[in-house]
């Protein structure tokens, strides 16, 4: 998983149809293509950093979780998934996490994950 920090142009415009989650304090949203992860600063929309997404897996979906928001991205595989915890600000990793099945995410609520 790749991170990058991009101060680009100030307009966003997604390569194709993407997946969309928004923080709970409604100041970052994370749109997911297929490549990649962007955040955007909410509410004018401005792209600031990417995330890369394993193109080995089989799916990946984002959410957002905890105060101040960090961005939890599954990745799924054949025999099993990867949780990463990403700081939006590095970007940076903070944790990950091996789950020996693959999963799916099913919600985020606080400071919670349930698949």
Known sequence: MAASHSPGPSRFTPEARP??????DGTLA????PTRIHVLELPGCTPFAEVGIDPDAGGSE?????????????SRYAAHSALHLIDPHGPRPIAEIRL???????ATGAAR???
């Open 19 to 24: 997946k969309l989650a928004i923080a709970s």
């Open 30 to 33: 994370a749109v997911l293509e």
């Open 62 to 74: 984002v959410a957002w979780i905890g105060a101040p928001p960090r961005l939890l991205v599954l």
């Open 100 to 106: 020996e099945a693959p999963m799916k995410l099913a």
């Open 113 to 115: 994950v349930g698949n």
